[in-house]
């Protein structure tokens, strides 16, 4: 039901209105009009965003990228564009019925939506933005009603950003214990390239900024950054915000060095000083601000459960927003440097075809074994493995977790094949 097309959308999101909108007999306060006029334009924006990717991408495109099925993919995404579409249609009747008029936007995502790696990669951001709009502006609100509503939207918004985590392939599920709370004005800061025309808030927005390491970003990158008024290094600072942290680690512009032990979404500012920014949207400091935030993920945990998910990687997908450096290749790169010292379950590979592309193998749904390196499986194999116990019908094979990961079988992309050459079987 829920993957289902606009008109029925429609529909569906009728009733639940009812349910779901915030009642009130009395006029919302200016701050709560602004967090919900804000909530409409960022529930838009997402809206916008996952209904043309959808658009955009079919079956093949998601296998091409690695997904061990397209269906992960596209009844996630649409779970999401759903989720997204109704928020968006609760807020602005919430609008409508405490008097105001809700902002209509447009929005371009442009290279965002290059591939659905880019999209994929794109989303995760989106919904980080999301979590950390609705957490700081949670403050702000007035009417507890209405801090409850939002509330509920917000763990929405949290699941999607968790699954998306799981679909990059690289990233841990749930990164962290804490997430990290942005005020309006950073959150438009971060958002504000998508919005297409006018959507005036009445905010302005921080200094945009993009991190531009082009190889991959991790423990010991030296991070380097554009944006307006960051002129050479001198004088400025750079602000590493992880959650539950009360303090960004606050180092000279020159040597932002990502340090070891950040796994996840990280919030990065420049300052004007070694002050640290305070990890709270009360007390956070604005006037040392020069540009930022901008979001970037450091994978640096990689675990089975993404592995399932995207189980192969193709070159194809470059790296898609200004915040997001982490390409394919560069993150099977991760994933072998990390399972050979952090003790993380080795991946394990199939046997299917020779590279991730054309791999077709599918396990029955049992807790199947890949085939016996030493007999891979053509591409478009239909039928029992050769243990007999695996029935192949031309899908992708999922690889599962095992004690004994058989490390040495011809399997998948050059990516994956380097990170299976790299990883020991460093399984307890
Ligand atoms: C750039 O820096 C100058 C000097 O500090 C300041 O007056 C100006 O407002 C800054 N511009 C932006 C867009 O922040
Ligand atoms: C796993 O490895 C152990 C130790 O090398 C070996 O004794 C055992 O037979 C292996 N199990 C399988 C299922 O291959």
């Known amino acids: 039901m829920r993957y289902s097309t606009s008109s029925i959308l429609a529909a569906l999101a009728a ?19 602004l967090v919900f006029q804000f909530a409409n334009v960022l529930e838009q924006l997402e809206t916008e965003f996952y209904a043309q990717g ?4 079919k079956d093949a495109d998601f296998t091409a990228a690695g997904f061990s099925s397209s269906l992960i993919a596209s009844q996630t995404l649409a779970t999401i564009q759903f989720d997204e579409a109704t928020h968006t249609t609760v807020i602005q009747q919430t609008l409508k019925d405490n008097g105001a008029k809700p902002l209509i936007c447009k929005f371009k995502f442009g290279s965002a939506l290059d591939t659905v790696t880019s999209m994929a990669a794109t989303a995760r951001v989106v919904e980080y933005v999301g979590v950390a709009a609705y957490l700081g502006g949670a403050v702000l609100i007035d009417d507890p009603v209405f801090l409850d509503a939002a509330a509920s939207i917000l763990t929405v918004e949290a699941r999607h950003q968790t699954v998306l985590n799981i679909m990059s392939g690289t990233g841990s599920a749930i990164p962290s214990a804490f997430d990290i709370p942005m005020t309006p004005q950073e959150i438009l800061g971060i958002a504000g390239g998508f919005i297409d025309g006018p959507c005036d808030l009445g905010l302005k927005a921080t200094n945009p900024l993009t991190v531009t390491n082009k ?3 991790k423990a010991g990158t030296l ?3 554009s944006g307006t008024n960051i002129t050479g290094t001198d004088g400025l600072f750079c602000n590493m915000m992880v959650g539950g942290a009360p303090f960004s680690i606050n180092l000279p512009l020159d040597k932002c ?3 070891e032990g950040i796994n996840g979404p990280v919030a990065l500012w420049i300052t004007s000083d070694n002050n640290p920014l305070v990890n709270n949207v009360v007390n956070r400091a604005t006037t040392q601000q020069v540009a930022g935030p901008a979001i970037l993920f450091i994978d640096s945990q990689p675990e089975m459960l993404g592995q399932l998910v995207r189980s192969s990687k193709t070159g194809g997908g470059a790296s898609s927003t200004e915040t997001t450096t982490i390409t394919p290749d560069e993150a099977s790169k991760i994933i072998a440097g990390a399972s050979s010292t952090s003790g993380a379950p080795s991946s394990t590979k199939t ?3 020779k590279d991730g592309k054309d791999g077709k193998a599918s396990t029955d749904g049992q807790n199947g074994q890949a085939a016996p390196a030493s007999t891979p499986l053509p591409p478009d194999f239909k039928g029992k493995s050769p243990d007999g116990k695996t029935t192949v019908d031309g899908i992708k094979m999922v690889p599962r977790p095992q004690a004994n990961a058989s490390a040495s ?5 050059s990516g994956a094949a380097s990170s299976s050459a790299a990883a020991p079987s460093a399984t307890k």
Do not use: E, Q
């Open 409 to 413: 079988s011809g399997a998948s992309s």
């Open 215 to 217: 190889d991959t970003v």
């Open 351 to 353: 046997a299917a075809g």
């Open 15 to 33: 009733p639940l209105l009812v349910s779901a909108r915030p009642v009130r007999t009395r006029a919302a306060s200016a701050n709560d009009a």
């Open 257 to 259: 060095v990502v340090p």
């Open 54 to 57: 959808i658009a955009k991408f």
């Open 223 to 225: 991070l380097t950054v």
